[in-house]
């Protein structure tokens, strides 16, 4: 009975082992997937849903350059720089190596099979905690991502795929976040007096929902992209 209960023990051992092996392997196969991309320019519009601003359909411009430049550029001239642990940028989620990634299950995202992974931070600075993938395997898309960090919070981003995918980039990101204290996430802090109106109202429910959604048009990829886009 003894040696039943230990071969059994070293099997789960070994299961869980070939596991982790296979989510790091699946983790970095992504990872060289939006590699590939060494800048873009995108165009798309952006939609706002947060229940105390208002904030009107705007095109923008999207730029994003190796290793971690992003910015939104809105028609009516104002910069999104995202910073700190938010970001609407898939490459944000693969920054470095210095990370652990470990299988966690299966399920499917808008009926397609997917592989979950989490990955785990070894630098005891980061302010990310954790960011749970769903990976579709067949095509190495990120379908969905859930991040948990230090400072702002947990936010959630659903992609579809379309023309880009062989590039890994979506046609279209939803980027859903809380609304606790009626602050927006460090980085999506949009000014309140450019379409947009902040209610005195303190009493509104705390643990709203905020979205933004942004839909893609067109990339232009790998052309070389100046860092003054980013000043």
Same mark, same amino acid.
């Given at each position: ?79 999104? *720089?995202?910073?700190? /642990?938010?970001? =609407?940028?898939?490459?944000? #989620?693969?920054?470095? !190596?210095?990370?652990?990634? @470990?299988?966690?299950?299966? *399920?499917?995202?808008? /009926?397609?099979? =997917?592989?979950?992974?989490? #990955?785990?931070?070894? !630098?005891?600075?980061?302010? @990310? ?103």
């Amino acid at each position: 009975m003894k040696h039943s209960a230990f071969l059994f023990f070293f099997f789960l051992i070994a299961c869980f082992s070939a596991k982790a092996q296979d989510a790091g392997i699946l983790a970095q196969k992504v990872k060289a997937k939006l590699a590939t991309v060494n800048d873009y320019t995108a165009t798309g519009v952006m939609k706002t849903d947060i229940s105390f601003i208002k904030v009107p359909q705007s095109d923008v411009i999207v730029y994003y350059k190796k290793p971690n430049r992003f910015r939104i550029k809105k028609q009516d001239g104002i910069s999104i *720089t995202p910073k700190g /642990g938010v970001s =609407v940028n898939l490459n944000s #989620l693969f920054a470095g !190596d210095n990370y652990t990634a @470990v299988f966690a299950g299966n *399920t499917t995202v808008d /009926g397609l099979p =997917v592989t979950i992974i989490k #990955l785990l931070p070894l !630098d005891e600075n980061s302010d @990310v905690v954790v960011s749970t993938l769903y990976i579709d395997e067949k095509d190495f898309l990120i379908r969905k991502a859930s991040t948990t960090t230090k400072d702002n919070g947990t936010y959630q981003m659903e992609m579809s795929y379309g023309k880009f995918a062989q590039w890994g980039l979506p046609d279209r990101v939803v980027f859903i976040f809380s609304t606790k204290d009626y602050k927006l996430p460090k980085g999506l802090a949009f000014d309140y007096d450019a379409g947009g109106t902040k209610p005195a109202d303190k009493k509104l429910p705390q643990n709203g929902k905020g979205k933004v959604e942004i839909s893609y048009s067109s990339y232009s990829i790998n052309k070389g992209l100046s860092e003054t886009v980013f000043n």
